[in-house]
């Protein structure tokens, strides 16, 4: 099988996986506004995700897996044992950053949910809710960032599918959560308290996307070992690269942060529609744009290592292609029939028609940039 067929055969793989997790992430925000409404209770849980999520995607995951392939290709292709020794500092460093991380968050976390909808400090019930469920859903950047480093590990193996697949651990158990609440569970409870447990089984399931992928890693002989990660010479290259990585990863966060601070000075239901809307517009681009950027990363690390710069460029066109191939018609679809899709996936229970024509008007205008957004992205990751 020549290197191209494999690439497809492995974008192929990775998306199939993403479109498990995505679906069953619209199955569950479907049902959080079923259960919740599109109102203030669901603005407050969205504005403390946005404040997790930021920090996920950028010092998180997405800084990691940038940081970590490159080098951890390399340390596998001289030695098995300079993998594991890099895996293993690479490990304690990164959940090590993110435990420190998650207990600054929470201690300034009247501040950043003040830095982040400051709108809603008019209703002083909404805002001390926000500032609880920001407390709450903080953990689960430790157990993604962990993840995120066994994710790393194991697509330099070239496993794609599983790992591709664990964040839909978190949909099914929420899924779970709602669903039991729905056929009478905690029947007793006010909606405030419900979303708070929300909020607690939404951190823990972290945990349980760890264990899910701790076998895997283990069939790739890697290892823990708990020594200083600074007596790894790699550490430090590691760190480097994860600045530029996290610049060019925080951009869309960064935009999200500022819509959902004017969000919040709003109408009730606002950054709803927000957080709603920017889910339908990354399923396309997590579904082909991400899935052929994270397949092809692994084998750019090992075309500059091989220094096969027409093989690293063949790779890159050829991943640009697919995107704007996929893309331009998905663009074309979401300009045209935003409300339907809207409709179809969120106005159910608690979620009205109004707030439907609020979430796709959001929709409309956020799936104008969408096929720039993402080549430029795309090629941000593939160049870090």
Known sequence: MDRKSTFIKNILGFSSATLISKTLGFVRDAMIVFIFGGGKLTDAYYAAFRITNLLRRTVG???????????????????????????????????????????????????????????FLKDPAQYELTVFLTAILMPHIIFVTLAAVFQSALNVSKKFFAPALAPAIFSIIIIGYLTALNFGFLQTFELKTKLLLLAAIAALSGAIQCLALFPLIKCELYSISWANPFKNPKIIPAIAMMAPAILSIAQDQIAMFINTIFASFMASGSITAIYNSA?????????????????????????????????????????????????APATAGILVLALPIVRTLFEHGQFSYQQSQLTAEVLFFFSIGLIGYEIGRASCRERV
Do not use: W
């Open 61 to 119: 995951e997405g800084a990691i897996n940038a940081s970590v392939v490159p080098i951890l290709a390399k340390e596998k292709a001289e030695s098995h044992e300079k993998a594991v020794s890099f895996f293993s500092a690479i490990l304690i460093f990164s959940v090590g950053t993110s435990i420190i991380l998650c207990v600054l968050a929470i201690i300034f976390r009247y501040e950043l949910v003040k830095l982040i909808s400051y709108g």
């Open 279 to 327: 889910r339908i517009i990354h399923f396309p681009i997590a579904l082909f744009a991400v899935s052929a950027a994270q397949v092809a990363l692994p084998s750019f690390s090992k075309n500059l290592l091989l220094k096969e710069k027409d093989e690293f460029k063949k790779t890159f066109n050829f991943s640009l292609k697919l995107i704007l191939m996929i893309l």
